[in-house]
Structure formats: C-alpha cells, structure tokens
C-alpha cells in the first residue's frame, strides 16, 4: 500500500484562459470558438477552443455574439466566433405577403428568425420546434427541416431592448449609441 507524500501537491489543473473582450482590430485569428446560438447569447461561459483549450468567457452582460467576429483572450491570441449548425426550421412561402404573415406571426411569439433567400426564393429560418413548425405549416409555409448556422436578426436580441413596464424608462428598441 502506497501512502501518498503530503507535502506533494496535486499536478495542477490547465489555467483557464480568460476572454474579457471583443476584438475590432486587423490581426487574423490563431484560433476559434464554435457556438449555436443560444451559446453566442450568454455572456458568462466555460467553453474549450477549437485548439483544446479551455476559455471563460466574460462579456458585457447583454453581448450577442455573431459569427465572424473576433475575441482577446487573455494571453492575447484573437479568437474568432464560428456560428455552430444547429437544427432549424426553414419556412417558404408562395408570396411575399404569406411571407410577411409568418414572420408577423413568429415576430408576435418574440421568436428567434433568420431572414435569407437564395435562387429558389426568400425564406425565414429558427430554431427547430414542432409548436411553431404546426404553426407555419397551418398558415401555409412550406416547412422544411435543415442543419445550419443560425445567425438571427438583431431585433429583441440588439443592445438596449427594452419593454415598457422594465423600469428603464427607455424607449422599446433604443439602440446603443442613439
């Protein structure tokens, strides 16, 4: 039987990297962190780098973070956000106005969308749901199950939304800086 040395310690555990900041600048990114969406909403994190290793995120509360854009980590490497797939729905629709109708109709449930088109038309994308996926079929959407990147419209998610009734006394949508 082996009696461990008590003036040994432990081997000690990786230093968690900190990520405190966006990054606007020029320099390229030397590594990446691959989140859905609902990650990219969450200003305080533990997640691992595409490298392996492990970050803390701490971000201004309300930070969205998008696809694209880029992070410094507290040893100074850039980080850049990759938009993970995640499963969403797409929804179709024989007109602009049916188009309208259901993004009227998510808009009303404060869900989540997507805006896009490609050569076969225009199209909403959100997260997959069979509540909502009903829903769109009912108001005549074609609906369509698909595996993405979700990168939705700013809307309720931009800097300063507000509701009446929240205490700010700030006006629904004020945007930063504005």
């Known amino acids: 039987m082996s009696h461990a040395n008590p003036s040994e310690s432990p081997p000690a555990a990786p230093a968690l990297l900190l990520i405190e900041a966006l990054y606007a600048g020029e320099a390229p990114a030397t590594d990446a962190l691959e989140l859905d969406f609902n ?16 970050v803390g995120l701490f971000l201004p509360r309300g930070t969205v973070l998008r696809g694209g854009q880029k992070l410094q980590a507290s040893d100074g490497r850039i980080v850049e956000v990759v938009a993970a797939p995640e499963d969403l729905l797409e929804a179709r629709c024989a007109s602009a106005r049916e188009l309208a109708r259901a993004a009227f109709h998510l808009g009303n449930r404060h869900v989540a969308v997507e805006l896009g088109g490609d050569a ?32 939705p419209e700013a809307g309720a998610y931009a800097p300063g939304h507000q509701h009446p009734g929240d205490g700010s006394g700030a006006r629904i949508h004020l945007m930063a800086g504005q």
């Open 39 to 54: 990650y990219r909403t969450k200003s305080r994190l533990r997640a691992k780098l595409a490298s392996g290793a492990e």
């Open 120 to 151: 076969a038309g225009d199209w909403l994308r959100l997260q997959a749901d069979h509540v909502l996926e009903g829903m769109l079929a009912g108001l005549g959407a074609r609906v369509t199950a698909l595996r993405a990147p979700f990168e």
